[in-house]
């Protein structure tokens, strides 16, 4: 029978979210995963396979408990002001789409796994945003008219988060998704 596992293996995911994160994918070695995990070389190596096994589990770690969740409160706003509001709330509670954004320009382009994953959350959330523009513009009650809106929305949240991710203030990122809210409502989708 084989010794009992000395770690807590939804812990070590988590933490390696956190890490991935910060870091990125290259920027992290199997040292660095073993210091902040807390973990054996050998049962990490045991339990995910290899770094990229703890990569991929992780990206999917955090798309269930940081991204859908995200989706999911832009999806419920009553209109698109409050929808952007909420993508682009940036306190530490909620990473929202940190590790996604480094997934997106990182690993994607040479990793079908993860342009996969990344592809899937992009567009659940230019679906949640479709929603929102469809209720708030009532008039737009046809999806299509929304689509290309919708994603245009994607690409300026994203955008405004790594902005604040690269240092730009919660202030200059709330302001810029207010002006992006203003223009929206100025024009007929």
Not at 105 to 126: K, M, Y
Not at 133 to 156: N, S
Request: charged content about 25%; some cysteine.
């Amino acid at each position: 029978m084989g010794r009992p596992r000395g770690f807590d293996e939804e812990q070590a995911v988590q933490a390696a979210v956190e890490v991935f994160a910060d870091q990125g994918y290259d920027g992290t070695s199997v040292d660095d995963l073993v210091a902040k995990l807390g973990v054996h070389r050998n049962s990490l190596y045991k339990t995910f396979g290899s770094k990229r096994g703890l990569y991929t589990r992780a990206l999917r770690w955090h798309v269930e408990h940081h991204v859908r969740p995200l989706v999911m409160a832009v999806s419920a706003a009553d209109d698109i002001t409050e929808a952007l509001r909420r993508a682009l709330a940036a306190d530490a509670a909620q990473p929202g789409f940190d590790l996604l954004l480094r997934a997106a320009v990182e690993r994607a382009p040479i990793d079908s796994e993860v342009a996969e994953i990344v592809a899937g959350c992009l567009q659940e959330f230019d679906e949640a945003l479709g929603r929102v523009l469809i209720a708030t513009y009532q008039g737009a009650d046809e999806t299509a008219r929304v689509a290309a809106p919708a994603t245009e929305l994607t690409a300026a949240v994203l955008g405004l988060r790594l902005r604040a991710r690269a240092g730009a203030s919660e202030t200059h990122t709330t302001e810029a998704g207010g002006a992006v809210a203003d223009q929206l409502s100025r024009h007929e989708i």
